[in-house]
């Protein structure tokens, strides 16, 4: 088991069973707390061939190099990272894939995860990945005809994606919820049990250049469903959409950088996928780059504060 030191106690992860233990009647100084977030997200790719409104992926063209990729993976293994979620545009575009996913696994003690729309997940392809890949992801945004119309691909492809999955790792699916889609989680959550997935992840519309934010109205259902679920797959959600949900943290002083930062298929750590700010990694490291990128948020937050004691006065 990997173990990782936080505010919390001693973390012990097992990356084949998905096995945590926290030990939390230690209380560890913070000095020897791990340098690393306990999550790293890492976009290999901006390239998909789904054009999704609600995609929050930059639209630029860019992709990651395979050796640099590694490095910082060891990096961040080194400093008590527990794992990695490969994603993009689609991780699967990405030419060197099966390679990045087979030396992760191969050369570092993470957990090594992607997320997928599963309409390229060929035989071939999971046979490649097969012992390489400890979680999987896949989005259904809806069933039948409104997956097809939210993802402009065949209800049937991403049937067989998921039957890929299931012999390729344990899997999760996603859903954005919106407008089009919170009238079909009951549907989505049968399936999820239907197909054996372990988890179903709901992820509340974020604001991109085409689409609002998920709006109140929908909130309130999204709210009542979950109050009123009783489905065998457990749920869990995105951190920017835990509003007005009951959720259950095992690691409640873990927060910001400690528990989860997003690499851009631009070379760019930021604190997620949809903040503008970040840091560019550069030769010194992608631990240099997260203290950059905390110190620059952390001037930021000091002068804001500053500013609303003015006002107050």
Known sequence: MKSRIGPNGVHLFNRLSGLNVLLDELSPEEAIWSMSPRQVSI??????????????????????????????????????????????????????????????????????????????????????LKGSIHFTRISVDGVGRTYEGQRG???????????????????????????????????????????????????????????????????????NWVSNYRGQVRLAVSELGTSGLPTCDPL?????????????????????????????IGDAGVLWALRQLRNTLDIKRESNHENLERIRL
Not at 48 to 74: G, I, R
């Open 153 to 223: 691909k065949p209800f049937a492809s991403l049937l067989r994606g998921i039957d890929s999955i299931a012999t390729l790792s344990p899997f999760g699916i996603n859903v954005v919820v919106n407008e089009s889609t919170i009238s079909e989680l009951d549907a989505i959550a049968e399936l999820a049990e239907e197909v054996g997935a372990s988890e179903l992840l709901l992820l509340p519309q974020q604001a991109t250049t085409k689409v609002a934010s998920m709006d109140r109205v929908v909130g309130r259902a999204l709210q």
């Open 252 to 280: 409640p002083d873990e927060r910001g950088f400690q528990s989860y930062a997003h690499i851009d298929a631009s070379g760019v750590l930021r604190a997620n996928s949809y903040s503008s700010a970040g840091a560019k």
């Open 43 to 128: 976009a290999l790719t901006n390239v998909c061939d789904l054009h999704c409104a609600y995609c929050y992926a930059p639209k630029h063209k860019a992709s990651l190099h395979t050796d640099e990729v590694l490095s910082w993976l060891k990096e961040l293994d080194a400093e008590g990272c527990l794992g990695i979620g490969f994603g993009g545009g689609e991780p699967t575009l990405h030419p060197d894939f099966v390679d990045i996913c087979k030396r992760a696994a191969g050369e570092t003690q993470l957990a090594v995860t992607f997320t997928t729309h599963g309409h390229r997940l060929t035989p071939q392809l999971v046979e490649r």
